[in-house]
């Protein structure tokens, strides 16, 4: 079955330090998400992309960056890991074709900055 | 991007049906309405959509007004299972030739369903 995986699940790093997150989904999806949810804000969202090459700064992209060089994946990257970047990162997609408009989540990443 | 308004939380008994309603007062004529569930621990997961009037599957039923300036979510006969975070969205993303406009969550719902 096709799916979306994130990796690590869980992770701690110190101040300063970059960090990526891998995202990687099988169904083949143009659209790609990141998002990430603090206790108290929902989700917030970071970057998209609607295909390869294409990338698009969400409410909260500050610190983060993201590439797409293929269908499948959309790494999310801290250049420089700060406290406030410590929260659970979602990754999802969806298909730019389909008539739902249905997102596809990954099961999350734990981020802890210390 | 259209904003929404939800209740922070609800609570409710098995058996009982839960409505949830959300605004969206500054909806677009191309916006369609999504409700996402989340449980703790994972990421959300569409439940339904829908444009106008009514839209059931087997999970819920979306109720939508003509003036679509508002939605109610419906849970029939909620089970301790149902307790999780809803999410009401409304947005027009697929739409490229539209403009493009990622999908933003609020802070969603919280129903607690009790024995």
């Known amino acids: 079955d096709a799916e979306i995986t994130q990796s690590p699940r869980h992770k701690i790093t110190e101040t300063g330090r970059q960090v990526t997150l891998a995202c990687h989904q099988t169904?083949?999806?143009?659209?790609m998400f990141w998002y990430r949810q603090d206790l108290g804000h929902g989700l917030r969202l970071i970057h998209y992309?609607?295909?390869?090459?294409?990338?698009n700064k969400g409410e909260v992209s500050d610190g983060y960056s993201v590439s797409r060089s293929n269908t499948e994946d959309l790494p999310l990257t801290l250049e420089s890991a700060a406290s406030s970047q410590t929260s659970v990162y979602f990754c999802?997609?969806?298909?730019?074709?389909?008539?739902?408009?249905?997102?596809?989540f990954g099961e999350g990443s734990r981020l802890t900055v210390l | 991007l259209a904003k929404t308004t939800q209740p922070i939380s609800m609570d409710s008994y098995e058996g009982q049906e839960v409505n949830i309603t959300c605004s969206h007062n500054?909806?677009?004529?191309?916006?369609?309405i999504t409700w996402y569930q989340q449980f703790p621990s994972q990421g959300p997961r569409f439940i339904i959509q829908?444009?106008?009037t009514k839209v059931t599957n087997e999970v819920a039923s979306l109720f939508i007004p003509a003036d679509r300036k508002s939605s109610t979510l419906s849970l029939p006969r909620v089970s301790l299972s149902d307790t999780a975070v809803y999410y009401c969205?409304?947005?027009?993303?697929?739409?490229?030739?539209?403009?493009?406009?990622?999908?933003?969550f609020g802070s969603g719902t919280r129903l607690q369903v009790q024995p």
């Open positions: 500054n909806i677009a004529t191309n916006d369609y």
């Open positions: 999802a997609s969806s298909d730019l074709a389909g008539d739902t408009g249905e997102l596809f």
């Open positions: 829908g444009y106008k």
């Open positions: 969205l409304v947005g027009d993303y697929i739409r490229v030739d539209t403009g493009r406009r990622a999908l933003t």
């Open positions: 992309s609607y295909g390869v090459q294409d990338t």
């Open positions: 169904w083949n999806h143009n659209n």
